[in-house]
């Protein structure tokens, strides 16, 4: 924090020259806004569909909280321009305030889910304090170091956290132990907190934060306090990720340190990179391809890990503006053919 470059090191100046030329994001016309709408009907169908396999049910709930925590993450990966590599804190923050709001206030779930991401929240004002006074690898690392601040208290935290063996018990309300209720609870959540997202991009926030990624010393000279707006673009990532994080705690009942270890930053990294970081459907594209690629690849072989890291390394190189950039890509050339 007092040295972030090193001791022998220089702190990076402000860049006098914008960043390269991206294409503004788009809201969304009537064949996307028509799609979307096929695909809820779809979510709201998928427990009917399978209610032979209970499993399926399970799977789609992952599915869900994954795309709010990737589409989160690239909340300040993309429009906000700053890259983390501690995400995974927030995420943790919000599913073991829910376990311990549950477990040791004994609040009832539905206070929880409201509660939780303000804990995330906190921490992301305390963290993000620091991280925007740096830029570029010295903020990515900032955060890492952050993250692992976390994941040490909860490992080693034995009389409140549970220490290695976490928290068990933390089960739904009653009205919601049956899967399939639980599932359509998560839709609510899941769409809601994503389409807030998104109007948030549209709005005066998300066009300042936009500015402050391309050209902090214009933003700057027009009024623009970037570092407040990065702050606060952190602070709301927070608040989505805790969400996510306090619906997962739920829906398995139990949580360990592995919810705010590295390697869970790591899956959100991989979700956004692998759907797009250009493209506002990016992450939900990229949480449901890699947790459903996941999930196949480690029912099936014993080297899943290898397994799964081929077929990332494969779908990268195909489709190197991920797969939705590719997809958008491909609809635009068709729609010039066309014209």
Wanted: one cysteine or more; charged letters at 10%.
């Amino acid at each position: 924090v007092v040295r972030p470059w090193g001791l022998m090191g220089k702190p990076q100046a402000v860049s006098r020259n914008s960043a390269p030329a991206e294409a503004p994001l788009r809201k969304a016309d009537t064949p996307l806004k028509i799609a979307g709408a096929l695909l809820l009907l779809a979510l709201l169908a998928w427990p009917v569909a399978t209610a032979n396999s209970p499993y399926l049910t399970v799977l789609a709930i992952d599915l869900l909280t994954a795309a709010l925590f990737a589409t989160s993450l690239h909340f300040i990966m993309g429009p906000a321009g700053m890259h983390s590599f501690g995400h995974a804190a927030y995420f943790g923050l919000g599913a073991y305030g829910a376990a311990l709001m549950v477990r040791s206030l004994g609040l009832p779930m539905e206070v929880t889910l409201v509660l939780s991401p303000f804990v995330a929240a906190i921490g992301a004002l305390v963290f993000g304090w620091f991280c925007v006074r740096l830029s570029g690898v010295y903020l990515a690392m900032l955060t890492l170091a952050f993250s692992q601040i976390v994941w040490s208290v909860v490992f080693q935290w034995d009389d409140f956290t549970g220490g290695s063996n976490g928290l068990t018990g933390v089960w739904p309300a009653p009205w919601l132990s049956d899967k399939r209720a639980y599932y359509y609870l998560t839709i609510v959540l899941v769409v809601g907190g994503i389409l807030l997202i998104r109007r948030a991009l549209f709005a005066p926030f998300g066009y300042a934060m936009r500015a402050g990624r391309d050209s902090p010393l214009r933003a700057d000279a027009i009024g623009i306090d970037v570092k407040r707006i990065q702050w606060v673009a952190f602070v709301v990532a927070a608040i989505f990720a805790g969400l996510a994080g306090a619906l997962y705690a739920f829906s398995k009942g139990s949580i360990s340190p592995d919810t705010v270890a590295v390697g869970r930053s790591v899956d959100g990294l991989v979700m956004v990179l692998l759907g797009g970081l250009q493209t506002l459907a990016g992450p939900i594209v990229g949480a449901v391809t890699f947790t459903w690629l996941q999930d196949a690849v480690a029912r099936n072989t014993d080297y899943w890990r290898a397994l799964l890291g081929g077929i990332i390394l494969l779908l990268v190189l195909v489709f190197p503006q991920g797969i939705a950039g590719f997809v958008g890509g491909l609809f635009d050339r068709m729609k010039k053919v066309n014209a």
